[in-house]
Every structure is written in C-alpha cells, then in structure tokens.
C-alpha cells in the first residue's frame, strides 16, 4: 500500500523547517515499520533533510511551487502532490503516525470513493474565527453559483480531518480539486490575511464531507465518530494510529526526537548535525 507525504519549504525559516520536518522523519519511520510504501513530494530544500528518512521516493516535483497569496493557506502544496499520484494512493500529514501493520487492514479503501481520517464536529475549531469565517464562505459568490448547491443544502455543524485523504473515485477527485482551487482564487481577492482564520479546515475538509455526502459517494474513516476528545484518543491508540495537534508539535519536539533516536540512532545522529547548522544559521 502507497501513502505519500508532502512539504513545501516556502515561509518555513530554519527552526520551524527543523520542527515540521523531524515529524516526518518520525511518520516516515513508523510507515515502513509497519509495511507500507511511502513516498514524499517536496522541494529541494525540505529533500536535504528528507533524505536521511527511509523513503521509497523523493519527488521535488514541489520546488519552485508558489504559494497562495493568502497566508493562511496551507494545503496547497498537498493538492498539488496528491494531483500527481494515482487513485488508491493516500495522502498521510507528516505528523501522523502509523505504528502498526494492522493499520494496513484498516487503511484498505478499495470498495470506497475515497478514505479520511474521521469526522469532527466544527466547534473544535470554532474559537479560531472559523464560525463567522464559514459565515463568508457559504454568502460568497462561489458558493450561491448552481454549480455548486450542497453548500446550502447541507449541514455545515462537522467535517472530515484529512490528516489522511484519499481517493479511488476520479470523478470525485476531479471535482474535489477543482473547486478547492475556484475556492482559494476566490478566497483570495477577498480575503486577504485575515487573522484567526484557517480557510483549509473548511475549503478542505469541510467542502469534501459536503460534497461526498450530497453526491452519495461512500467513505472509509480510519477512527469512528467521537463526541470527544479523549474517545478520539483512546479510539486512536487502540488502533496504534496518532495524529499530532498542530500547537503540540514544537513544545513535545524533544520527545519526538528521542523517539527517533530509539527507532534508528544513525538517523537521530544525522538529523542532530542539521539541528546545529540550521540553528546557528537561523
């Protein structure tokens, strides 16, 4: 089974590409450990690190990518990578963790549209100005076109988590992408970097749920529903899955680091060289 990764290097100063990239080291690690494949789409720069990793493949076909003129999102480089790989593969964020072989079974999502993570309510993101956000997104012109009716017509209360996303269904995927990117043009000629706001969580995620769930297509979720976020964890960890919240990464970054010196010391010992040059020139 093929899951990819993907990185673009753009707005990321030395310290914080240090931060993101020792996740997925880490996620990279723990994917071959349990049996899969994984590859990784980035640029030149991410790939000096990447490459200590035990990838399958490196593919910087993401240099020179340029991103949104809106600040704030962030998915762009993963629509990008996933564009060029097949359906059937599946798109892991770097900072999952599949520790286990058995979540080859559950990550089996051939009689399915497309695969994701689980479903969330949205008031997990609520305090975030994504309420009065999704407010703009539903009255703007993209959303009151014919072309795309289930906006209005469905219920806009959760969406899906993509920290794991793919698609078996071309038709699905096609009109996925294409409207993500009609929605982050039209995000950004009115929208410019608005603060407290991800337009990701609901041009991704959201959008998706929507879609799928209008045009009836099946969905396979790696976790089942939970009304709260310790049954999320505990769900997670019985099946050996982790996804990290995204405030936790710096601050528990020791922690990830030691954990890859347990899995493979001649790894840690490499990134810990990048640590030092990427620090003192910073």
């Not at 080291?25 to 991410?46: M, P, W």
Request: with cysteine; glycine share 4%; hydrophobic share 35%.
């Amino acid at each position: 089974m093929r899951v990819v990764h993907s990185f673009v290097s753009t707005n990321c100063d030395n310290r914080l590409l240090f931060v993101h990239l020792s996740y997925f080291v880490l996620s990279c690690i723990y994917a071959k450990e349990s049996g899969f494949e994984i590859a990784v789409h980035c640029d030149n720069r991410a790939k000096e690190i990447l490459e200590i990793a035990p990838y399958d493949e490196i593919i910087t076909d993401l240099e020179g990518l340029l991103p949104p003129a809106n600040s704030h999102i962030y998915a762009w480089g993963k629509f990008e990578a996933m564009k060029k790989e097949p359906l059937g593969t599946i798109h892991i964020d770097g900072d999952v963790f599949l520790k286990s072989k058995g979540l080859q079974e559950v990550l089996e999502f051939a009689d399915y549209d497309c695969i994701v993570q689980n479903i969330e309510h949205l008031g997990t993101y609520s305090n975030g100005g994504n309420v009065s956000q999704l407010t703009w997104l539903i009255n703007s012109s993209i959303f009151n076109s014919c072309e795309y009716p289930y906006w209005a017509k469905r219920d806009c209360d959760s969406m899906y988590n993509c920290g794991v996303v793919g698609f078996n269904n071309q038709e699905l995927k096609d009109e996925y992408f294409a409207t993500y990117n009609a929605m982050v043009k039209e995000y950004n000629k009115t929208r410019l970097n608005v603060d407290n706001t991800t337009p990701d969580i609901i041009i991704e995620q959201q959008f998706l749920k929507n879609l799928v769930e209008y045009k009836g297509y099946k969905t396979k979720f790696v976790l089942p529903y939970c009304d709260c976020f310790d049954s999320l964890c505990e769900e997670a960890n019985h099946a050996h899955y982790q996804h990290v919240i995204g405030h936790a990464k710096e601050p528990n970054l020791d922690k990830i680091l030691l954990i890859i010196k347990k899995h493979n010391a001649e790894i840690y010992d490499k990134l810990m060289e990048f640590k030092k040059q990427m620090y003192d020139n910073n």
